[in-house]
């Protein structure tokens, strides 16, 4: 077993520490942030992620994962380091390595003879070679290691992933790294560095172009009389295209996909490498909030000025809490920057949210609103009591961008129901051409 140095404590780098403890290796985990180290020291994770609460106990318990603030245990008494340090969205779209420069400069005086230094972080192809020399020592080796795991799968996905690829130019080092999994049964893809780095962006942004392809088909079903759900269900059933990745919703967000294909382009751009496809993919999901909008404001009678709106869902996706750079609240600034008043409900947020007055319940943002929206596709809200809602709304209008919801249900309750890429379905006992026109 391995003694391992986790650098950065947050999402991706908690997983790594202490999923790596429950396999039996011995992690101390550093992060710069001081309440965040006392939180942890707590158990506290301050996320929502299933299981990793009990592992972060259950390694501490055991004593094989610890705590630190500041990096230099983490550096000096560690075979592996792994950096698992944040890369936003830097100058004209490209990742900004400042954090992983500034680990790397540490490391160069801190680490032990022959450790492996490992960059966790999603960083551009061809960085783990360049940065080598940062660190300056011969008998250190750098290598990539990028990290797959789903937010709100994150403890599953790092146990139990579908591929461990490691990258560097010298394979020893990329074996030993390798070696660290074992118990994973995960099968294990070694390459260059810089073909690691880019296995990484190029999945996010396959992902990334399989959703803008989709929302763009949902509009065309639109237009055409189509049903995205039953175009989709004939496209799952081709292997060739897979099953995932097939919904159309208000837009991809998160915090990777939207600085994953920017430092793609980016890097795209400086290889002078024309990605048309990868810019229409952003493109095209720059546009999508303003349609959702669109749509929002025709159900509702054709201005949003004064309407009150009840967001259901706030996260990017289900399953967790995390708001950086959800399309609903990119549909929520909008909503609200054409004077609408918005309350939400989302299971995993508490606390209000920009333009968006959080509220503890769905029945309590449809009292008295105009017009529901459901942006996240949390289960629990194709369970709701339709009729009780219909009568506590001032007009029973619901957009469901997640094509989530029981149609039958939800008409029948009396709501006109607005979703993507579907017709819009007559109310029961309506008469009359135009179901939009309340
Ligand atoms: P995060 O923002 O949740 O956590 C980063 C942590 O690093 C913070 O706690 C921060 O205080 C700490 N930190 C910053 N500078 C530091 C320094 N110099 N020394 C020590 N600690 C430092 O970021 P997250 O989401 O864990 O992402 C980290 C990397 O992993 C990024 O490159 C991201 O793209 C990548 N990634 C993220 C995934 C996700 O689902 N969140 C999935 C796969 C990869």
Known sequence: MARIGVIGAGYVGLTTAACFARLGHTVVCADVDEARVAALGRAEIGAYEPGLADLVAE?????????????????AEADFVFLCVPTPTGVDGAADLTAVHAVLREAREAVRPGCVLVIKSTVPAGT????????????????SNPEFLREGHAVDDFLRPQRVVVGSEEEGAARRVVALYAGTGAPALVTGSASAELVKYASN????????????????????????????????????????FLDPGPGWGGSCFPKDTRA????????????????????TNGHQAHRVVAMVREAVGGQLAGVRLGLLGLTFKAGTDDLRDSPALAVASLLAAEGAWLTGYDPCVARDCGPVRVLASAEA???????????????EFAELDWPNLAAAMARPVIVDTRNLLPVEKVVEAGFHLVSLGRPTPARPGRTGPDPHRL
């Open 59 to 75: 390694g501490s318990r055991a004593g094989r994962l610890r705590f630190v603030l500041g990096n230099a245990e983490a550096l």
């Open 128 to 143: 783990t070679e360049r940065v080598a020399d940062l660190v300056g020592r011969p008998d250190v080796r750098v290598v």
């Open 205 to 244: 942004c396959f992902l990334a172009m399989k959703l803008s392809y989709v929302n763009s088909l949902a509009e065309l079903c639109e237009r055409v009389g189509a049903d995205i759900g039953d175009v989709t269900e004939g496209m799952r059933l081709d292997d060739r295209i897979g099953s995932s």
């Open 264 to 283: 793609l382009l980016s890097t795209a751009e400086d290889a002078r490498v024309d990605f048309p496809l990868l810019r229409a993919t952003i493109g």
């Open 365 to 379: 943002v449809a009292a008295n609103a105009d017009g529901l929206v459901v942006l996240t596709e949390w289960p």
